[in-house]
C-alpha cells in the first residue's frame, strides 16, 4: 500500500460523485472516509498528519485541473479496517457543507492563518492581523470578512492595490486557490 494509491482512489471516488450544482457548476464529493486494513494503516502512523494534508492537497489541485467545486472544505479520514485485507481500500466519498466558513491563508513562509468569524487585517501596522515589512504595502492595506458561507476580500484603498490571480481587485469572494498579491508578497487562500 502507497499513497499514491489513496490518492488515486480518491480521484476516482471524486469523479464517481460529480454533480451538477443549482448555478450549473460541477460539483464534487469533499468528504472522504478512507478505510485500510490495520496492517496497512500501522504503516503509515508516525506520518498519518502529513498524510492526511498532502491528500486533501492532492484532492483540491485534481479537482481544480478538472474544473471541479466542492460545497464544503477537503476532508479525509483515515481509518483501519480489521475485516480488510492487507493492500485494500474502501472509500466512502460524500458531499458535505461546510458548517459556516472555514478558510486559510498560505503564507510564503509556511505560516497557515485560520480564518473564522473574526476579520482579518492585513498591512505594514504592527496591529495588522498578517503584519508585512515592504513599502509597497499600506499601513491598512487589505481586509479579509466573513460573508455568509465563505470570505470576502477587500482592498481598504491601498496606494499599490489587491490583486487576486493577477487581476485588480477592490472587493473579492473568496474561492479555492485565489491567489492574493500584495505588494511583493503572494498569498493562497484554501476553502477548508
Same mark, same amino acid.
Given at each position: 500500500m502507497r499513497p499514491v494509491e489513496i490518492g488515486n482512489r480518491i480521484? $476516482? +471516488?471524486m469523479a464517481d460523485s460529480r454533480s451538477v450544482g443549482v448555478?450549473? &457548476?460541477p460539483v464534487v464529493a469533499n468528504h472522504f472516509a478512507v478505510r485500510l486494513a490495520t496492517s496497512d494503516l500501522e504503516r503509515f502512523e508516525e506520518v498519518k498528519d502529513?498524510?492526511?494534508? +498532502?491528500?486533501? *492537497?492532492?484532492t483540491r489541485d485534481h479537482a481544480r485541473e478538472e474544473g471541479w467545486?466542492?460545497?464544503?472544505?477537503?476532508?479525509?479520514e483515515i481509518d483501519g479496517d480489521d475485516a480488510l485485507r492487507g493492500g485494500t481500500i474502501h472509500i466512502v466519498a460524500r458531499m458535505k457543507e461546510a458548517d459556516g466558513g472555514v478558510g =486559510?491563508? /498560505?503564507?510564503?513562509?509556511? &505560516?497557515?492563518?485560520?480564518?473564522g468569524e473574526f476579520v482579518v487585517t492585513m498591512g505594514r501596522l504592527a496591529e495588522c492581523a498578517i503584519s508585512f515589512? *515592504?513599502?509597497?504595502?499600506? $499601513?491598512? /492595506?487589505a481586509a479579509i470578512r466573513p460573508d455568509g458561507d465563505g470570505f470576502v476580500l477587500t482592498d481598504n484603498g491601498s496606494t499599490n492595490g489587491t490583486l487576486v490571480n493577477g487581476v485588480a481587485i477592490t472587493? /473579492? $469572494?473568496? =474561492? *479555492?486557490?485565489d491567489r492574493i498579491d500584495v505588494g511583493a508578497t503572494t498569498i493562497e487562500f484554501r476553502a477548508g
Open positions: 480521484a $476516482r +471516488e448555478k450549473g &457548476q502529513s498524510l492526511v494534508r +498532502e491528500l486533501c *492537497d492532492a467545486t466542492f460545497m464544503g472544505p477537503v476532508q479525509v =486559510v491563508l /498560505h503564507l510564503p513562509t509556511g &505560516q497557515q492563518v485560520v480564518l515589512d *515592504d513599502p509597497n504595502i499600506s $499601513r491598512e /492595506h472587493a /473579492h $469572494r473568496l =474561492v *479555492d486557490g
